[in-house]
Structure formats: C-alpha cells, structure tokens
Nanobody, 123 residues
C-alpha cells in the first residue's frame, strides 16, 4: 500500500489543521496506520496511531488532548485533527503502516515512508 500525506500548512499558534493520509494500491481496511513527525535537527518521532478497526489509538504525551486520529476506511483515508497547535509542533508529518496498535504502546513502524507534509506553527 502506498500512502500520501497532505493538509499541512502555515498556522498561528492556537490554530488548527487536519492532515489526511490517503492510500493507493490497496485498501486500508486491514492496516494500522500511524502519524510520525520530524522537526529540523531532531529524530523522527511517533505522534499517533490507530488500529485497523479504529478501536484502539495511541497518542504521544505531548499531543494528548489536542490531536485526534480517525479513519474512514470507505474513503481509504486516515486523518489527524490537530487543535491548539504550538510552535513545537512544527515538523514534517508522515503517515505509514504500523504494527498492530496495542493500548499504551508506542507506534511501531511497519512500512516505508511516503511523502510528508510540512506543518509550520508560528508564535
């Protein structure tokens, strides 16, 4: 399955963006999907992931209560709603297939990276 992230942009602190991850080449129905990000000079980190059914999700501590991951399997799309954005959220965001999502466990990459989308939050 090939994944393409989109929806990034420039937003002021406190603003919102919704990222989309669209699949091609295969249905998303049986894949857990995660969002990851990489800020300049930093390692790539996991942000959030969702099980294939949507029933289990994970969020890294820094985005809990602000970001919401969801999926629409009929549309072959996974979303990341980002509210109350902070300058430290500035990064390139990527989506990728992950290992099955387990409550409390960090997202584990299980696929290759597609093209990311830039999110820039100004203060």
């Amino acid at each position: 399955v090939q994944l393409q992230a989109s929806g990034g942009g420039l937003v002021q602190a406190g603003g919102s963006l919704r990222l989309s991850c669209v699949a091609s080449g295969s249905t998303l129905d049986y894949y857990a999907i995660g969002w990851f990000r990489q800020a300049p000079g930093k390692e790539r980190e996991d942000v959030s992931c969702i099980s294939y059914s949507g029933g289990t999700t994970y969020y890294t501590d820094s985005v809990k209560g602000r970001f919401t991951i969801s999926r629409d399997n009929a549309a072959n799309t996974v979303y990341l709603q980002m509210n109350s954005l902070k300058p430290e959220d500035t990064a390139v965001y990527y989506c990728a297939v992950t290992a099955p999502v387990v409550a409390g466990r960090r997202c584990q990459l299980f696929g290759s990276w597609g093209q990311g989308t830039q999110v820039t939050v100004s203060s």
